[in-house]
């Protein structure tokens, strides 16, 4: 079994989904493995006016670019665990009105990619336009002795989509019924 699941950010009935980042320059630096502070204080994301009732907030919202956004209630138990190379970025929440539904999110931002992809092992497609990227992945094995000591929370380089935690703060979350978010398994990828 690994020590490392895939967060899964999942939208519950009734609860809202989040459109593109506002009022930060470049969203896909949230995957690039760059550290964001000093962080601007006007970031927020609308909820998708393609989903008009739901308007309940999860404790980790699914949104367009991908980013890790979550109470903060979630925070502090991520936080807690003292994960190596992750940053919390405020952000605010724009109701269907335009309010401001909360201001009490964030980005957990792990800013280190980990290089420990056993490439021997994985079934990787390599993108043709970027070849530092891969595309698709239909076997993914991870070499933990290659995961920085202390990184509960992380992205993998070249491969950036999926959010990797450590199995044991995955169960601390889970044993806590935050809603909006699920773990499963590398295999499951």
């Known amino acids: 079994m690994n020590n490392y699941v895939i967060l899964n950010a999942v939208p519950d009935p009734g609860f809202c989904v989040l459109e593109e980042i506002e009022d930060m320059d470049d969203p896909l630096?949230?995957?690039?493995?760059?550290?964001?502070?000093?962080?601007?204080?006007?970031?927020?994301f609308h909820m998708d006016p393609?989903?008009?009732?739901?308007?309940?907030?999860?404790d980790c919202i699914?949104?367009?670019p991908g980013a890790i956004v979550v109470s903060k209630r979630l925070k502090k138990l991520i936080e807690a665990a003292k994960p190596a190379n992750v940053e919390y970025l405020p952000v605010s929440i724009i109701n269907?009105?335009?309010k401001v539904a909360s201001a009490d999110?964030?980005?957990?931002n792990p800013y280190r990619l980990q290089d420990c992809i056993d490439q021997k092992q994985s079934v990787l497609k390599w993108n043709a336009i970027d070849p530092d990227l891969?595309?698709?992945?239909?076997?993914?094995i991870i070499d933990e002795g290659k995961v920085a000591k202390g990184s509960k929370i992380f992205r993998l380089k070249h491969f950036p989509f999926p959010i990797f935690v450590e199995r044991a703060l995955a169960e601390k979350i889970e044993s806590e019924e935050?809603?909006?978010?699920?773990?499963?398994?590398?295999?499951?990828?």
């Open 134 to 140: 891969i595309v698709t992945c239909k076997k993914l």
């Open 62 to 64: 699914n949104n367009l």
């Open 96 to 98: 269907h009105k335009g």
């Open 29 to 44: 630096q949230l995957r690039k493995g760059v550290k964001l502070e000093p962080w601007p204080d006007d970031v927020k």
């Open 50 to 58: 393609n989903y008009p009732k739901a308007i309940q907030l999860g």
């Open 178 to 189: 935050l809603t909006g978010i699920i773990f499963t398994e590398i295999e499951e990828l």
């Open 105 to 108: 999110y964030f980005i957990v």
